[in-house]
């Protein structure tokens, strides 16, 4: 079976023990109105249930909202768990808005990123 040329499909989660999703929630609407199909996990989302999620849901792309300073080891841990379950074709980006990311931004960066690899 080939690549769907549907919408691209992204996990959202919020990794972590903090407990304001707002900012994952802006980012979950904003793919979601650019077209794009979005699964939103949630709060409190550990890297393995975001990683299994990504992969159960075909994904394209995970976006993490992580608070500062927690995203270093948070990205690293999602992105090796990609690799260990081969599934390293998933992209994976994220931060805070807080940080100087607009929802335009992030909607152009997923565009751009994903959708050039999707299917390559």
């Given at each position: 079976m080939?690549?769907?040329?549907?919408?691209?499909r992204?996990?959202?989660?919020?990794?972590?023990?903090?407990?304001?999703?707002?900012?994952?929630?802006?980012?979950?609407?904003?793919?979601?109105?650019?077209?794009?199909?979005?699964?939103?996990?949630?709060l409190h989302?550990?890297?393995?249930?975001?990683?299994?999620?990504?992969i159960?849901?075909?994904?394209?792309?995970?976006?993490?909202?992580?608070?500062?300073?927690?995203?270093?080891?948070?990205?690293?841990?999602?992105?090796?768990?990609?690799?260990?379950?081969?599934?390293a074709?998933?992209?994976v980006?994220g931060?805070?808005?807080?940080?100087?990311a607009?929802?335009?931004s992030v909607?152009?960066?997923v565009?751009?990123?994903v959708?050039e690899?999707?299917?390559?």
């Amino acid at each position: 079976m080939g690549v769907a040329a549907g919408p691209i499909r992204v996990v959202v989660a919020k990794p972590g023990l903090d407990g304001d999703d707002r900012e994952a929630e802006m980012i979950a609407r904003a793919l979601r109105d650019a077209g794009m199909e979005v699964i939103y996990t949630g709060l409190h989302q550990t890297p393995e249930q975001i990683v299994g999620t990504a992969i159960q849901e075909d994904a394209d792309a995970i976006g993490l909202s992580t608070p500062s300073g927690a995203h270093n080891t948070l990205f690293a841990a999602v992105v090796d768990l990609l690799r260990e379950h081969d599934a390293a074709d998933i992209k994976v980006f994220g931060g805070e808005i807080a940080s100087g990311a607009t929802t335009a931004s992030v909607v152009e960066w997923v565009r751009l990123n994903v959708r050039e690899s999707a299917g390559a």
